[in-house]
C-alpha cells in the first residue's frame, strides 16, 4: 500500500535524514493516506526496508522514538507497544525544508488538471498557519483551487473590477454565495484600488511568487517559487504588511 499512496501533499522523504524523521515520515503516511493510525517498530522497519530500501533495524528505531517527546503517542497494546504521529510530529517535519532554500516549481503549458493538483498538493497543503493569498484576477476555477486547503483559514484578496464582463462577473459572485456555505474557512476581499498587480501567498513560514493567476494555471508555461520566511525575512515582513493594510480596505464578498 506504500508504494502507491500520494505522498505529494507531505514533506518529502528525501528530506528526512535521522532515523527518527525516517520514522515520523512513515507514521504519518501510514496514518494520513492508509488510516493505519498506529504502527509498531518492526512494522515501520518492513517499511523502510521494502519501500524507501533502507535498511534500519527496530532497536535503533525504539531508541529514535524515546528521544521523540510530544512528537508521538505510544499505546501499549497485546504485550506490546504502537506509535503514533501526533501535530508535533508533523509540524517537525514540516519544518525540514532547510533555512534560505527556495524552491520552484514549474506548471507545464496545456496541463491544467496536473496543474491544479500540484499548487494544490505540492503548495497549498504544505502550508502552515493561516494562508494569504493576493491574486488581482479571479474565477471559477480559483475556488476549485483553494477548497482544497484543508483545515486552515484562508484570506483571498482580488479585485472583481478586473473582470470586465459584467455577466462573468455576477456568475462568480453566484458561484461565491454557494461557496461560502461549505467553506466558512475561506474569506474573500474585493480591494477597491488599482495598485493590486501581483499574485503571492504568505503562510507564517514560507511565501511563495506565482508567475500566474489560480485561474489560469496550465493555460501556459509559469512557475511558481516558494521561499523560506527566514531566507527573506524583509520581503515576508513587506508583503505581510501589504496585505494586511489591504484586506482593511478590502469589501468582503
Not at 514540516?94 to 524552491?103: A, D, P
Not at 501567498?201 to 516558494?226: R, T
Not at 521561499?227 to 482593511?248: G, M, P, Q, T, V
Request: glycine share 6%; charged share 30%.
Amino acid at each position: 500500500m506504500f508504494l502507491t499512496a500520494d505522498t505529494s501533499d507531505l514533506p518529502q522523504f528525501e528530506d528526512c535524514d535521522t532515523i527518527l524523521e525516517r520514522t515520523l515520515w512513515v507514521l504519518w503516511v501510514a496514518k494520513e493516506k492508509l488510516q493505519l493510525k498506529k504502527l509498531t517498530v518492526l512494522q515501520i522497519a518492513s517499511i523502510l526496508r521494502d519501500v524507501q530500501e533502507i535498511s534500519i533495524n527496530a532497536a535503533s528505531i525504539t531508541q529514535s522514538l524515546k528521544r521523540a517527546g510530544d512528537k508521538i503517542h505510544s499505546y501499549q497494546q497485546d504485550g506490546g507497544i504502537l506509535y503514533e504521529i501526533m501535530k508535533p510530529g508533523k509540524e517537525y517535519l514540516k519544518s525540514l525544508r532547510g533555512e534560505g532554500e527556495l524552491e520552484i516549481f514549474y506548471f507545464e503549458p496545456e496541463k491544467r488538471y496536473s496543474s491544479k493538483r500540484l499548487l494544490a498538493n505540492g503548495i497549498l497543503n504544505t502550508l502552515d498557519g493561516e494562508v494569504k493569498i493576493v491574486d488581482p484576477y479571479c474565477g471559477e476555477r480559483t475556488l476549485d483551487m483553494v477548497r482544497e486547503v484543508k483545515g486552515r483559514p484562508i484570506k483571498f484578496l482580488t479585485r472583481l473590477e478586473n473582470i470586465t464582463n459584467i455577466n462573468a462577473r455576477d456568475k462568480l459572485l453566484r458561484e461565491l454565495k454557494d461557496f461560502k456555505t461549505e467553506n466558512a474557512n475561506i474569506e474573500f476581499g474585493n480591494y477597491p484600488k488599482v495598485d493590486l498587480h501581483d499574485r503571492y501567498i504568505i503562510s507564517p513560514s514560507f511565501i511563495v511568487l506565482l508567475g500566474q493567476s489560480i485561474k489560469d494555471l496550465g493555460a501556459k508555461e509559469s512557475f511558481a517559487i516558494v521561499l523560506n520566511e527566514a531566507s527573506c525575512k524583509n520581503i515576508y515582513e513587506a508583503l505581510s504588511e501589504n496585505f494586511d493594510r489591504r484586506w482593511k480596505l478590502s469589501i468582503g464578498l
